[in-house]
């Protein structure tokens, strides 16, 4: 019987393990992408396919990701869904006081990665006649500008636009894949603990972290990965290209 071909970044921790483990549930067929092999149980009838790429090597990520849908049969698939859900926050500093380094980092696995990554799959897939979803995890960031964080905004609002074009372009294709650069919320992760322990000096918002997490507004990983599938599930998905989990 045909499952439903999940592809999804950051799968190691937090929101993208989280979303492993509810599609696994499900019963999908889960493509994995993590420096580290998520820790995830895989029940009977579903699959785990994992494949260890460092995201800050983007080119040689896609691909590996559009060899391996090339070699797929795609009658075999009810749907498929790519999730870019992998980010990196380098140090919370004014710009210039973070490392190039750090910063060409943030930004290639942050953005250049999903635009890869997303141009891949709609390559290789563009003869199914599967519904295609591709589903950008971006934030409130992207929307709100932040000191001591330009780099995640800066990548966070090209995810946001990067939809809104991308939406276009395929709602003119026969079969169009259907995309969403969706905000999943404030969510308890590892995240939250570097802004939480960041100098003060040098980011300014950090007491508002410390006051989401003593005020409970923060979701677990759980509670945000079951929100973001919802929205993922729902059949007016690509309705609207850039939504957010507090508004859908």
């Known amino acids: 019987m045909s499952k439903h071909l999940t592809i999804l970044t950051g799968a190691s921790r937090g929101l993208g ?25 895989v029940p009977s009838g579903s699959e785990l396919l994992t494949w260890s790429l460092d995201l800050a090597d983007p080119l040689a990520a896609a691909q590996h990701l559009e060899d391996w849908l090339g070699r797929q049969d795609g009658t075999a698939w009810r749907s498929a869904s790519l999730i870019n859900n ?4 380098p140090r919370l500093a004014p710009l210039a006081s973070v490392t190039g380094p750090d910063l060409s980092q943030a ?42 964080s ?7 609002a090209g995810m946001d636009h990067m939809a809104r074009a991308l939406a276009l372009e395929e709602a003119a294709r026969p079969n169009g894949a259907r995309v969403v650069s969706l905000a999943p919320g404030v969510i308890d992760t590892d995240m939250q603990i570097q802004l939480r322990e960041a100098d003060p000096g040098l980011f300014p918002e950090r007491e508002r972290f ?4 003593t005020g409970g507004q923060l979701d677990t990983p759980a509670e945000a990965a079951a929100k973001v599938l919802r929205v993922l599930d729902r059949a007016d998905f690509g309705n609207e290209p850039v939504a957010d989990v507090r508004g859908a």
């Open 150 to 156: 330009v780099s995640y905004c800066a990548a966070k």
């Open 107 to 148: 930004l290639r696995v942050g953005l250049e990665a999903p635009l890869l990554l997303t141009a891949a799959f709609l390559r290789a897939t563009s003869h199914w006649q599967a519904p295609r979803k591709v589903l950008l995890i971006s934030s409130g960031l992207g929307r709100r500008p932040m000191a001591g």
């Open 86 to 89: 992998a980010g990196v926050v």
């Open 17 to 41: 393990l989280a979303m492993a483990e509810q599609r696994l549930a499900r019963g999908d067929f889960v493509v994995a992408i993590a420096r580290r092999r998520p820790d995830v149980a």
């Open 210 to 213: 410390i006051g989401l997490k």
